[in-house]
């Protein structure tokens, strides 16, 4: 018989903290879980559509319940149950404390300097943490145009702390990207013709130390040091080192790594699949649990 609502939450308590075993979870789980350790428990969080927003619903469950979560449509502090098909799915208004529309999500919250984390996509990365949604090649004549910033360059400048969610390969991830939609720790300098830090470039503003602090991919988590420039933190399971030195543009720094990424919890992936993303509209697929987990949802 199917659990009500009401049973699924009494469960969430009795899952076991225990770490899931290979062939438990898949990939996409494993990422939106890690964003999901970006968000801190007072954040007032800027979330795109797609994992960002699986990534966001599934820290309000887990570690941090008082996040509150802005989507650019107007929604403000929805309490959804489900995650939405994008960020003007009127699911995401359940119990929101207000409905506006971009003034109010922009002009307001954003460029008065509330929002505390954004989180985005992007079609390519710089070392610098800088990121492309325009266009590949030249701007006049691109080899391929791209839907455009859509407010990644908003969110991700103004934005106190952004995390990144991007899928890795060579060609996107590379040492200057052919066209910056949001720049990162390095910037241009239109005074001086060239690349310089963003807090010498941007000192004097609001924005000079906000930027990127972390990146999740499909092969391992990435943070920046002091200099603005991106390092490897963790690699996921079955990943190695080499392998995503090879998928990478650049030299890579990889002196940082505190080993693989941890598998995500049986209480984590309970509640990515029965209350974030139960219909799969983000996530390709729903993994059957072990014995032990099932026994314990049946009751």
Known sequence: MAKSMEQLMELIEKMPEEAAKPGEFILPELMAIQIA?????????????????????????????????????GICDGKTMHVPMSVADQRAANMSSTLGGLVDTFGYYLQNGYVSLGFLGGAAIDKYGGVNVTSIGDYYKPGHRFTGSGGNS???????????????????FIERND????????????????????????????????????????????????????????????????????????????????????????????????????ELIFLPQKVDYPASIQKLING
């Not at 908003?154 to 996107?172: F, S």
């Open 179 to 278: 066209y910056t939609t949001t720049p990162g720790w390095w910037c241009w300098d239109f005074k001086k013709n060239e690349w310089k830090p963003k807090k010498e470039v941007w000192k004097g503003t609001a924005y000079a130390n906000s930027g990127p602090v972390a990146v999740v991919t499909n092969m391992g988590t990435y943070e920046f040091d002091d200099k603005g420039e991106i390092f490897l933190k963790t690699f996921h399971p079955g990943v190695t080192v080499e392998q995503i030195k090879e998928n990478c543009g650049f030299d890579l720094n990889v002196k940082n790594v505190v080993g693989e990424t941890r598998n995500p919890t049986y209480k984590e992936l309970f509640v990515l699949r029965e209350f974030v993303d139960p």
């Open 154 to 172: 908003d969110i991700g400048t103004m934005a106190h702390r952004v995390a990144y969610i991007i899928l890795q390969e060579k060609r996107r």
């Open 37 to 73: 350790h970006a968000v801190r428990n007072d954040d007032i969080v800027f979330a795109g559509t797609g994992l960002p927003m699986v990534g966001i619903m599934t820290a309000n469950f887990l570690n941090a319940p008082n996040a509150l979560l802005i989507y650019e449509s």
